[in-house]
């Protein structure tokens, strides 16, 4: 069963923040987030593993609630860059992934 | 370079008509998958594999085959495509277990299916 995100849309000013949430019915194993830019293929952020290990960008943050099955992505002091489609993926076990529908960012100078 | 390839990067074609998609990846990775992308559905995983002649279904498997004969090769396979079968296609790969790896996408086959 695919993860929920919200917002579906946020339209940010540069510099402003935002926050990107994710919440499962299962048990969770982990939490990918991939960001995809308009006819490009998603690229890797950050993996938040069940016992606190995190993988990703310095520059990226996020958290994982492995008792309420939540994550959340942390943009801060956005930039131009940061406008795109972002999905979070979750896995219940060590190989099946899946892909919540994705939170379209606009950020505007 | 590191990367994932796939072929071809567009195609339209008919129902009924059989179809492959290949993916290839250069990396040594054990792990690779399957996603349609679909506007309002965000990526959903078809199949994957977890090393040679090692695969299973992910969330929507109906319609469509695959093969892990080689390691880094992992072909899609539609026997018989339906217009519903419309979708961008992403194939993926990791070191190994793709819930906790992070996934290397290709750059994605647009397929039209009239």
């Known amino acids: 069963q695919q993860p929920v995100q919200s917002p579906q849309a946020v339209i940010l000013r540069e510099g402003e923040d935002a926050v990107i949430n994710c919440s499962s019915s299962?048990?969770?194993?982990?939490v990918h987030w991939y960001r995809q830019k308009h006819g490009e293929a998603p690229v890797f952020l950050m993996i938040l593993l069940k016992g606190g290990e995190q993988k990703g960008h310095d520059k990226i943050s996020a958290s994982f609630n492995e008792k309420k099955q939540q994550s959340s992505l942390y943009l801060t002091a956005s930039q131009l860059s940061y406008s795109g489609t972002y999905f979070c993926?979750?896995?219940?076990?060590?190989?099946?992934?899946?892909f919540g529908a994705g939170t379209t960012v606009t950020v505007r100078a | 370079e590191a990367q994932v390839t796939q072929n071809p990067r567009y195609l339209i074609t008919v129902t009924g008509k059989k179809l492959t998609v290949t993916c290839s990846q250069n990396m040594n990775h054990e792990y690779m998958s399957w996603y349609r992308q679909d506007p309002g559905l965000g990526l959903r995983q078809i199949y994957y594999s977890m090393n040679v002649e090692v695969t299973d279904k992910g969330d929507v498997p109906e319609g469509y085959k695959v093969s892990r004969k080689e390691k880094r090769n992992f072909p899609l396979i539609l026997e018989s495509p339906s217009p519903n079968q419309t979708s961008l296609y992403f194939c993926?790969?990791?070191?190994?277990?793709?819930?906790?790896?992070?996934?290397?996408f290709g750059d994605g086959t647009r397929l039209s299916i009239l």
């Open positions: 993926a790969s990791s070191q190994s277990g793709g819930a906790n790896q992070p996934q290397h």
């Open positions: 299962k048990a969770l194993y982990s």
């Open positions: 993926g979750t896995g219940a076990n060590d190989y099946k992934l899946s």
